[in-house]
């Protein structure tokens, strides 16, 4: 009898309840707040809810909370829930790195080349609504959601939901509870300035957690007999941990929701509050150890759960495995919102037809490529079940981008331009609707430009124009550029050498996919080289070696299918030209025409997830006579963007070895010893000189190698790198330094 009183009065200590109030069946409401990262800690709570056989009969969330209290609502488990959430890379996720192939060579250009692009509009400049369009996070959703896409209102979800958004125009709160659920929890969690908002029913909606993180009262609307709550906001910081304006900024926001809870966490039954202090809202890479102590936190409160358990009559529903959908067949397409694209256009990009079965891989894919154009704010979209069985209608819904005018920024240094800050205007739809010009001006050590207007006509012929100037000096070795006999009139090993390069390209472009382009077009060229070192003629300030005029045909084929320009971990590289050069101006006069034919081949593969190896072959050689030797192919240096036939080549300083034709091989070693963080080891080995197809040298033992082996850091910048590299055969060692992406 005493044991059973202190039963009675243990359950009244723990929920509050009278005794009227514990009859029946009580009903059980899960409520979950938000918090970025530390919202991976209602995992490892969900595990101890279901491992203790408690049936939950609604579930209510914010941002991070409405993800996790979604999936769980549409039929996961918390043990289903840690292991999707173990394989999501969420820097993927946050930037919204689309993938790779998801663009074309001139978007990849754009997104390998700047470190920011702004919005510029009427002679001003705009910042974007977020760092994010969450194209990946909607695609994550959609993929996981599908099994239940045919559910428009929540409530009927295996177990009913609802979430909580900010509507950014009033500040006033909003209760989803029908409609698309992707969007729906994409939109409770569009953490401002991290995500763009979300418009749902002509709303402008934003984080939940702005006005309520902790949805108790709606959720006790609903007619719950219990409430189960888990908070992992955050508490008031102490003096010493304010260090920084964003600290004393989150102290702020915070004040709101901590008084908020003083109330709301006394309305709780069960409040379990994980400790989870040590972690920040984009600790996501801590995930493992955040899940777990949520599992620790709702352990504390197990006597009390257990206790709900045997109250409870009617037992959870036996939860079905969830079977993943990798294949889609879509009866009907329907796009909205799009005026200044056609619809061919959009269905184009995304390579899908009507009552096509694809690859889910393939479809997520293809809404990618859409949005990799940059030309729609938004790309929503919604696969619906059709009235034919295992089918479903696609509903894509676009947002055009008003903005036609981009302005972007970057900076570089590397040991052979210097120093140089890069800016570049870019704008859209100055002719036709899908053209786009470019120009970027780069000032520095040394001035350049690079130009270039391309009407964008897809897998159809696209026109080009492209102009560039590049400038630089460099000392470099004599025999790089002077005769024997020269050499030995003038006994120098060494000359400062200026050469300036204008070229200028008309081409027509057609690609047999994404990564596969042939390009033929006609090309202009001046080339000036020169040198003060010494002077020829005593009526002149300098030597000049070649000041010529040059027209020449083009064809290019390239297929790149890196994951990665700079560290790629798979894919395969075919990069070809061949230019037949038919007239010069012939400033020494010893033009005859010729032709320069160049290729290179490189495959990546990784043995581990930190640990990829990239091999790449190359070769060239000249075709007819070599009277003009100013367009020859010269290895040394490292480098990313060099011009002509300037080849980089490990060991050897830029410019060093010179001939009309060479062979080289590299391997490249890459361990990523700290997530962004990369330790480089490169082995390259060549043959260089005139005519070595000709006479067999090409296959014979390498008379160049040299090593390298170096640190480099991925930023936003670009790549931060520092390589020591040397040649046994020179017996000399050089630092190469670069700072930002090539340009």
Known sequence: MKRLILGILFVFSCFGFSQEDLKGDPKVGLVLSGGGAKGLAHIGALKVIDSLGIRVDYVAGTSMGAIV?????????????????????????????LPRASKTFYERDNSEKYAVSLPFDKFKLALPSGLSRGQNTLSLLSKLLLHVSNVDDFSELPIPFFCIAT?????????????????????????????????????????????NNYPIDELKAKGLDIIVGVDVQDDLATREELKSAPDILLQINNYRTINDMKVKSKKTDIYIKPDIRDYTVVSFSEGRSI??????AAQKKQDALEKIAEMQVEKPTERKRIQPINRVKISTIIVEGNELYTRSYVL?????????????????????????????????YDLKPSRIDDEYDLYIKVKETPIRTFLKLGIHYDDLYKSAALVNLTRKKILFKNDVASLDFIVGDH??????????????????????????????????????????????????????????????????????????????????????????????????????????????????????????????LFDGDFHLY????????????????????????????????????????????????????????????????????????YISLPGNSFVKGMLTLDYEVFKKNHIIFNANYANVEDNIFETGEWITTPDFSGYAIGYSLETFLGPIEGKYSWSPEANKGYWFFNVGFWF
């Open 447 to 572: 001035i350049r430009y690079d130009f270039n207007y391309f009407i964008d006509k897809g897998f159809y012929w696209s026109i080009g124009i492209y102009s560039r100037y590049n400038h630089f000096e460099k000392n470099i070795p004599s025999a790089t550029i002077l005769t024997e006999q020269q050499r030995s009139d003038f006994n120098v090993n060494k000359i400062d050498v200026g050469l300036s390069d204008f070229t200028n390209q008309f081409y027509v472009q057609t690609l047999f996919r994404k990564d596969f382009a042939l390009t033929l077009g006609g090309e202009y060229k001046r080339l000036r080289i020169s040198t003060e070192t010494f002077i020829e003629d005593s009526e002149s300030e300098e030597t000049v070696f070649e000041n010529s005029d040059f027209v020449s045909v083009f064809g290019k084929l390239k297929l790149d299918t890196y994951d990665n320009k700079y560290f790629p971990n798979e894919g395969f």
């Open 582 to 653: 038919l007239y010069s101006s012939d400033f020494n006069n010893t033009f005859s025409e010729f032709s320069i034919a160049k290729a290179t081949i490189g495959y990546s593969l990784s043995f581990w997830s930190k640990f990829s190896a990239n091999i790449t072959a190359q070769g060239g050689f000249k075709i007819g006579e070599d009277s003009t030797q100013s367009l020859n192919f010269v290895l040394g240096g490292y480098g990313d963007n060099l011009i002509n036939n300037f080849t980089p080549f490990f060991g050897y300083d």
């Open 291 to 296: 899940i777990e102590q949520g599992f620790v």
């Open 167 to 211: 509507n950014v125009e009033t500040g006033a709160p909003v209760i989803l509870d029908s409609g698309s659920l992707p969007q729906a929890i994409a939109a409770s969690g569009a953490f401002p300035s991290l995500f763009q908002p979300v418009i749902i029913d002509d709303q402008i909606l934003i984080d939940g957690g702005v006005v």
């Open 348 to 380: 184009g990009k995304i390579k899908i037809k009507s009552d096509e079965e694809i690859d889910y891989i393939d479809f997520v894919r293809g809404v990618n490529n859409l949005a990799a154009t940059n030309n729609f704010e938004s790309v929503i």
């Open 69 to 97: 209290g979604a999936l769980y609502a549409s039929g996961y488990s918390g043990n289903e829930i840690d292991s999707i959430f173990k394989d999501v890379d969420f820097d993927k996720i946050i930037n919204d790195n």
